[in-house]
């Protein structure tokens, strides 16, 4: 910008950058060693200034015309700053201050280095001795390879040079590497600086090591997949199973279980646990709880974390150290898994080949997990008892008619296309009501107890056992014709007719009648069910207490 008038040309003169500015906030003069510190596009006499210019700070003093300096970086240097009222208009100077940016660059904790366009090393400051074992002045003049770097962390930086060198403009990148057995996240800012005429002269590199930062952003992206199938309703054990490799993936050497406690409230049963020796799941399926089992077993039994770094020493593990380091394990966290009233129902742990204690992510990540884990197995209980209500006698716990039904048709529908041998067998308590009525409605409702333990005793795992209602049973047998569904029932009549009947006190037995049909190939379960019911009520009438098998005449 051709210069007019005494301060422009005293300006001009100086060595650090000058900017005069009209009372509309346009570009009066410009010096060139303005333009060359902020690497900014050339400025013309008349045009507004670019918004994006100055600091924010610098904006707002400008806004308010007020004299006001600051120093920041800017572009890779530190810049002092200063604002000046004038009659006509403001006048922003700016200048390096290098002794102090070479201070702040050397006590920086992020690596600060300076390349050539060809990416050799000019620069680097003593913050890269924490993460190379060539110390940092014997890394200028080395190309990126020379200095050891993986090949696909010097890809990265060309690809971000060739960015640099094509726009003009800073580019920001992350590069990931192995530091002392552990993963290490940097992110790269890659800043052009000019020289006089405008050109890109040299590369300034800014990493910051956000490793910290990096393994919460994994962990939040883990956290909602896990969320995801949670609210999804995927099954616990994949869900477990899942939360094991997460957690595995987070934490460098981990190898992680999670165990459930059972009804008994007594001990712990495996529920995952995938990277452990197979023996050694074996070996801990079914611990009972306790003060000093163990890690996991000393957790559920207090309710509070327990970190073991040393388990061959540890007295909590002195039963089971020798099972732990004969597969290699030498740590131990485990956590407990509470409820949302505080009590426990499991236990979440990290096993490591070598002594180690938790860090501040870990920790945070393991008690985020044991929570979720608790939603989780919570989650399943509520559908699990809901499924039950839906599905389950509530007195006995055998099927309810509706579930029973489902569950036959398909049964029968199987058994048609297989040729397939089904029974039905209708049971009908004798004298029930005469029960009720002499020993109370309790008593009848031990009564039904009972005889839905004997009925279910007697069937195999297939086979579908039933209360209709009221003193009514059923059973669906497949795989069987009616001479050995006889033998069944009649097993059943025997042991009830044998078994005393005990309510607060009052004994009784009781007997049952039986009738039972056998599924024809043009039937279907209802037909099966009518045939099955005459058959009981012939039972009935023939005086109780005895089985019936369905006549031809009584086929429809």
Not at 13 to 41: E, I, K, M, N
Not at 140 to 150: A, C, K, M, Q, S
Not at 190 to 201: H, M, R, S, V, Y
Request: aromatic share 8%; charged share 20%; glycine share 6%.
């Amino acid at each position: 910008m051709p210069v007019t008038n005494p301060l422009e040309t005293a300006l001009a003169a100086l060595p650090g950058g000058y900017l005069l500015l009209d009372t509309q906030q346009r570009v009066s003069f410009v010096s060139t060693r303005f333009q060359q510190l902020l690497h900014c596009p050339p400025l013309q006499a008349g045009q507004t200034l670019p918004p994006d210019l100055l600091p924010e700070e610098l904006w707002q003093a400008l806004v308010a015309r007020q004299t006001h300096g600051v120093q920041q970086v800017y572009g890779g240097q530190l810049l002092d700053w200063l604002l000046t009222p004038l009659p006509r208009g403001m006048m922003v100077s700016v200048r390096e201050d290098k002794q102090t940016f070479r201070n702040l660059v050397e006590n920086s904790p992020d690596i600060i280095s300076r390349y050539s366009r060809e990416l050799v090393c000019l620069y680097t400051n003593g913050t890269l001795a924490r993460y190379s074992p060539i110390p940092p002045a014997l890394h200028i003049g080395l190309t990126l390879e020379e200095r050891g770097l993986p090949q696909h962390v010097c890809d990265a930086f060309r690809h971000a040079r060739d960015q640099v060198m094509h726009s003009g403009k800073p580019c920001v990148f992350e590069n990931q590497l192995i530091h002392q057995g552990r993963s290490a996240v940097f992110e790269s800012r890659l800043l052009p600086e000019f020289d006089e005429q405008g050109n890109i002269q040299s590369l300034l590199c800014i990493d910051r090591d956000i490793s910290e930062e990096h393994a919460i952003r994994l962990w939040q992206e883990d956290e909602n997949r896990l969320l995801e199938m949670i609210a999804n309703d995927r099954p616990l054990q994949e869900v477990m199973v899942w939360t094991c490799h997460m957690i595995e993936s987070q934490i460098d050497g981990a190898l992680c279980s999670i165990m459930q406690l059972d009804e008994s409230g007594q001990q712990l049963r495996l529920a995952a646990g995938p990277k452990l020796p197979e023996f050694y799941r074996q070996q801990i399926d079914g611990v009972s709880i306790g003060h000093g089992v163990g890690s996991c077993g000393t957790a559920a039994f207090t309710g509070e974390a327990v970190i073991v770094t040393d388990i061959p020493h540890h007295p909590f593990w002195a039963d089971y150290a020798e099972l732990a380091t004969a597969h290699g394990l030498y740590s131990c966290w485990s956590y407990p898994i509470k409820s949302y009233d505080g009590s426990v129902l499991g236990t979440f742990a990290i096993y490591f080949g070598h002594s180690q204690a938790p860090d501040l992510h870990s920790e945070y990540i393991t008690h985020r997990t044991s929570h979720l884990m608790a939603i989780a197995i919570q989650q399943q209980q509520r559908a699990k008892r809901l499924f039950q209500l839906a599905t389950q006698d509530a007195l006995t716990g055998l099927h309810n008619r509706r579930h029973f039904m489902q569950l036959a048709q398909t049964s029968c529908d199987g058994a048609h296309r297989q040729h397939l041998a089904v029974c039905l067998l209708m049971f009908d308590l004798d004298h029930f009501k005469q029960i009720n009525d002499r020993y109370g409605h309790a008593a009848g409702d031990d009564a039904l107890r009972v005889f839905a333990r004997i009925l279910q005793d007697n069937m195999r795992s297939h086979d579908l056992p039933c209360r209709m209602g009221g003193e009514e049973f059923a059973a669906l047998l497949s795989g069987m014709g009616a001479a050995e569904a006889r033998r069944v029932a009649e097993g059943i009549r025997k042991q009830l007719a044998a078994t005393e009947v005990d309510s607060d006190g009052q004994r009784f037995k009781l007997t049952v009648s039986t009738g039972i049909a056998q599924l024809q190939n043009s039937h279907d379960l209802s037909t099966l069910m009518r045939q099955a019911d005459k058959a009981l009520y012939r039972a009935k009438h023939e005086g109780r207490n005895c089985i019936c098998i369905a006549l031809p005449a009584e086929h429809d």
